[in-house]
T-cell receptor, first 114, second 115 residues
Framework: QQQVKQSPQSLIVQKGGIPIINCAYENTAFDYFPWYQQFPGKGPALLIAIRPDVSEKKEGRFTISFNKSAKQFSLHIMDSQPGDSATYFCAGGTSGGSNYKLTFGKGTLLTVNP | NAGVTQTPKFRVLKTGQSMTLLCAQDMNHEYMYWYRQDPGMGLRLIHYSVGEGTTAKGEVPDGYNVSRLKKQNFLLGLESAAPSQTSVYFC??????????????FGSGTRLTVV
Protein backbone atom coordinates (compact mmCIF):
# COMPACT_ATOMS: atom_id res chain seq x y z
CA GLN A 1 0.00 0.00 0.00
CA GLN A 2 1.43 3.32 -1.07
CA GLN A 3 0.88 5.50 2.00
CA VAL A 4 1.84 9.00 3.00
CA LYS A 5 1.38 9.61 6.70
CA GLN A 6 0.90 13.23 7.71
CA SER A 7 0.97 14.85 11.15
CA PRO A 8 -0.39 16.65 13.04
CA GLN A 9 -4.06 16.59 12.03
CA SER A 10 -4.48 20.15 13.26
CA LEU A 11 -2.19 22.91 14.40
CA ILE A 12 -2.75 26.30 16.02
CA VAL A 13 -0.03 28.95 16.13
CA GLN A 14 0.19 32.63 16.83
CA LYS A 15 1.01 35.13 14.11
CA GLY A 16 4.74 35.13 13.49
CA GLY A 17 5.17 31.55 14.67
CA ILE A 18 6.73 28.75 12.60
CA PRO A 19 4.30 25.88 12.10
CA ILE A 20 5.88 22.60 11.02
CA ILE A 21 3.95 19.82 9.28
CA ASN A 22 5.54 16.42 8.90
CA CYS A 23 5.05 13.62 6.40
CA ALA A 24 6.48 10.12 6.10
CA TYR A 25 6.26 7.87 3.09
CA GLU A 26 6.71 4.14 2.52
CA ASN A 27 7.17 3.81 -1.21
CA THR A 28 10.88 4.22 -1.99
CA ALA A 29 10.00 4.69 -5.67
CA PHE A 30 8.46 8.09 -4.89
CA ASP A 31 10.60 10.80 -6.42
CA TYR A 32 8.32 13.84 -6.38
CA PHE A 33 6.97 15.38 -3.19
CA PRO A 34 4.57 18.33 -3.49
CA TRP A 35 2.66 20.27 -0.88
CA TYR A 36 -0.82 21.60 -1.56
CA GLN A 37 -2.72 24.39 0.19
CA GLN A 38 -6.51 24.39 0.37
CA PHE A 39 -8.74 27.22 1.55
CA PRO A 40 -12.35 26.53 2.60
CA GLY A 41 -14.63 25.98 -0.38
CA LYS A 42 -11.74 25.83 -2.82
CA GLY A 43 -9.74 23.12 -4.51
CA PRO A 44 -6.16 22.35 -3.40
CA ALA A 45 -3.47 24.41 -5.08
CA LEU A 46 0.19 23.52 -5.52
CA LEU A 47 2.32 25.37 -2.97
CA ILE A 48 5.83 23.98 -3.31
CA ALA A 49 7.44 20.71 -4.39
CA ILE A 50 10.77 18.94 -3.97
CA ARG A 51 12.68 16.06 -5.53
CA PRO A 52 14.79 13.70 -3.38
CA ASP A 53 18.10 14.86 -4.85
CA VAL A 54 17.98 18.00 -2.66
CA SER A 55 17.56 18.28 1.12
CA GLU A 56 15.83 21.65 1.24
CA LYS A 57 13.84 23.98 -0.97
CA LYS A 58 12.61 27.48 -0.17
CA GLU A 59 9.96 29.55 -1.86
CA GLY A 60 9.23 32.77 -0.02
CA ARG A 61 8.17 31.93 3.53
CA PHE A 62 7.64 28.24 2.73
CA THR A 63 10.42 25.66 3.10
CA ILE A 64 10.46 21.92 2.47
CA SER A 65 13.04 19.86 4.33
CA PHE A 66 13.67 16.37 2.96
CA ASN A 67 15.37 13.40 4.66
CA LYS A 68 15.71 10.59 2.15
CA SER A 69 17.22 8.05 4.54
CA ALA A 70 14.37 8.52 7.02
CA LYS A 71 11.76 8.73 4.23
CA GLN A 72 10.40 11.91 5.75
CA PHE A 73 9.77 15.44 4.61
CA SER A 74 8.31 18.49 6.28
CA LEU A 75 6.86 21.91 5.53
CA HIS A 76 7.93 24.95 7.53
CA ILE A 77 6.10 28.27 7.30
CA MET A 78 8.23 31.20 8.43
CA ASP A 79 6.61 34.30 9.98
CA SER A 80 3.15 32.74 9.66
CA GLN A 81 0.21 35.03 8.96
CA PRO A 82 -3.56 34.66 9.53
CA GLY A 83 -3.90 34.40 5.75
CA ASP A 84 -1.90 31.15 5.90
CA SER A 85 -4.79 29.51 7.76
CA ALA A 86 -5.76 26.61 5.50
CA THR A 87 -5.55 22.86 5.12
CA TYR A 88 -2.19 21.59 3.92
CA PHE A 89 -1.66 18.28 2.12
CA CYS A 90 1.61 16.54 1.42
CA ALA A 91 1.86 14.00 -1.38
CA GLY A 92 4.21 11.58 -3.06
CA GLY A 93 4.44 10.50 -6.67
CA THR A 94 6.57 8.47 -9.07
CA SER A 95 7.93 9.62 -12.40
CA GLY A 96 8.19 7.30 -15.34
CA GLY A 97 6.24 4.15 -16.06
CA SER A 98 2.47 4.45 -15.99
CA ASN A 99 2.02 5.45 -12.36
CA TYR A 100 0.95 9.01 -13.17
CA LYS A 101 -0.81 9.83 -9.94
CA LEU A 102 -0.15 11.36 -6.54
CA THR A 103 -0.83 9.76 -3.18
CA PHE A 104 -1.91 12.34 -0.62
CA GLY A 105 -1.60 12.55 3.15
CA LYS A 106 -4.75 13.12 5.18
CA GLY A 107 -4.15 16.82 5.61
CA THR A 108 -3.33 19.28 8.40
CA LEU A 109 -5.70 22.08 9.35
CA LEU A 110 -3.55 25.10 10.24
CA THR A 111 -4.97 28.03 12.17
CA VAL A 112 -2.84 31.15 12.60
CA ASN A 113 -4.26 33.44 15.25
CA PRO A 114 -3.75 37.21 14.96
CA ASN B 1 -8.05 31.18 -17.90
CA ALA B 2 -10.71 28.70 -16.84
CA GLY B 3 -8.33 25.85 -15.87
CA VAL B 4 -10.41 22.97 -14.51
CA THR B 5 -14.16 23.47 -14.34
CA GLN B 6 -16.48 21.17 -12.45
CA THR B 7 -20.25 21.05 -12.77
CA PRO B 8 -22.44 21.05 -10.82
CA LYS B 9 -21.05 22.74 -7.71
CA PHE B 10 -23.70 21.34 -5.37
CA ARG B 11 -26.17 18.49 -5.64
CA VAL B 12 -28.51 16.59 -3.37
CA LEU B 13 -29.50 13.09 -4.46
CA LYS B 14 -31.86 10.53 -3.06
CA THR B 15 -30.53 7.05 -2.37
CA GLY B 16 -30.65 4.99 -5.56
CA GLN B 17 -30.63 7.94 -7.95
CA SER B 18 -27.95 8.32 -10.57
CA MET B 19 -25.99 11.33 -11.70
CA THR B 20 -22.93 12.39 -13.68
CA LEU B 21 -20.32 14.88 -12.59
CA LEU B 22 -18.57 16.72 -15.39
CA CYS B 23 -14.96 17.90 -15.40
CA ALA B 24 -13.61 20.03 -18.21
CA GLN B 25 -10.07 21.36 -18.64
CA ASP B 26 -8.78 23.81 -21.21
CA MET B 27 -5.04 23.31 -20.64
CA ASN B 28 -4.59 20.40 -23.08
CA HIS B 29 -3.49 18.18 -20.19
CA GLU B 30 -3.10 14.47 -20.87
CA TYR B 31 -3.96 13.24 -17.41
CA MET B 32 -7.15 13.65 -15.46
CA TYR B 33 -8.23 12.41 -12.05
CA TRP B 34 -11.25 12.19 -9.78
CA TYR B 35 -10.73 12.39 -6.00
CA ARG B 36 -13.12 12.44 -3.12
CA GLN B 37 -12.43 14.39 0.06
CA ASP B 38 -13.92 13.36 3.38
CA PRO B 39 -13.18 14.77 6.86
CA GLY B 40 -10.06 13.16 8.30
CA MET B 41 -9.53 11.02 5.19
CA GLY B 42 -7.68 13.42 2.95
CA LEU B 43 -7.92 13.09 -0.82
CA ARG B 44 -8.60 9.60 -2.10
CA LEU B 45 -8.28 8.70 -5.77
CA ILE B 46 -11.41 7.22 -7.35
CA HIS B 47 -10.45 6.82 -11.02
CA TYR B 48 -7.97 8.42 -13.36
CA SER B 49 -7.16 8.66 -17.05
CA VAL B 50 -3.78 8.87 -18.77
CA GLY B 51 -5.25 9.88 -22.11
CA GLU B 52 -8.34 10.12 -24.27
CA GLY B 53 -10.23 6.83 -24.31
CA THR B 54 -8.35 5.36 -21.33
CA THR B 55 -9.38 5.00 -17.69
CA ALA B 56 -8.02 3.18 -14.66
CA LYS B 57 -9.14 2.42 -11.12
CA GLY B 58 -7.79 4.31 -8.17
CA GLU B 59 -7.95 3.62 -4.46
CA VAL B 60 -11.75 3.76 -3.97
CA PRO B 61 -13.43 2.94 -7.33
CA ASP B 62 -16.44 0.92 -6.15
CA GLY B 63 -19.80 2.50 -6.97
CA TYR B 64 -18.35 4.85 -9.58
CA ASN B 65 -17.75 4.74 -13.32
CA VAL B 66 -15.85 7.14 -15.54
CA SER B 67 -15.44 7.99 -19.19
CA ARG B 68 -12.92 10.05 -21.16
CA LEU B 69 -14.36 10.31 -24.66
CA LYS B 70 -12.72 13.68 -25.30
CA LYS B 71 -9.31 14.80 -24.08
CA GLN B 72 -10.71 17.84 -22.34
CA ASN B 73 -13.54 16.09 -20.48
CA PHE B 74 -13.60 13.47 -17.72
CA LEU B 75 -17.00 12.29 -16.47
CA LEU B 76 -17.69 10.61 -13.13
CA GLY B 77 -20.91 8.62 -12.85
CA LEU B 78 -22.79 7.31 -9.87
CA GLU B 79 -25.19 4.61 -11.03
CA SER B 80 -27.07 4.11 -7.75
CA ALA B 81 -26.14 6.69 -5.16
CA ALA B 82 -25.62 5.65 -1.53
CA PRO B 83 -25.29 7.82 1.60
CA SER B 84 -21.65 6.66 1.85
CA GLN B 85 -20.99 8.62 -1.35
CA THR B 86 -21.79 11.89 0.38
CA SER B 87 -18.55 13.78 -0.12
CA VAL B 88 -16.78 16.62 -1.86
CA TYR B 89 -15.52 15.50 -5.26
CA PHE B 90 -12.50 17.09 -6.89
CA CYS B 91 -11.32 16.73 -10.44
CA UNK B 92 -7.70 17.43 -11.35
CA UNK B 93 -5.62 17.44 -14.49
CA UNK B 94 -1.88 17.33 -15.05
CA UNK B 95 0.79 17.26 -17.74
CA UNK B 96 4.11 15.57 -18.26
CA UNK B 97 7.41 17.33 -18.70
CA UNK B 98 9.85 14.72 -19.90
CA UNK B 99 9.05 11.68 -17.73
CA UNK B 100 7.61 13.81 -14.93
CA UNK B 101 4.02 14.20 -14.04
CA UNK B 102 3.76 17.81 -12.96
CA UNK B 103 1.40 20.37 -11.67
CA UNK B 104 -1.87 18.83 -10.68
CA UNK B 105 -4.50 21.57 -11.18
CA PHE B 106 -7.66 21.02 -9.21
CA GLY B 107 -11.18 22.20 -9.88
CA SER B 108 -13.21 23.93 -7.19
CA GLY B 109 -15.13 20.80 -6.24
CA THR B 110 -18.66 19.37 -6.26
CA ARG B 111 -20.37 18.98 -2.91
CA LEU B 112 -22.67 15.95 -3.14
CA THR B 113 -25.15 14.92 -0.47
CA VAL B 114 -27.00 11.61 -0.72
CA VAL B 115 -30.06 11.37 1.52
Amino acid sequence: QQQVKQSPQSLIVQKGGIPIINCAYENTAFDYFPWYQQFPGKGPALLIAIRPDVSEKKEGRFTISFNKSAKQFSLHIMDSQPGDSATYFCAGGTSGGSNYKLTFGKGTLLTVNP
Amino acid sequence: NAGVTQTPKFRVLKTGQSMTLLCAQDMNHEYMYWYRQDPGMGLRLIHYSVGEGTTAKGEVPDGYNVSRLKKQNFLLGLESAAPSQTSVYFCASSYISGSWNFGYTFGSGTRLTVV
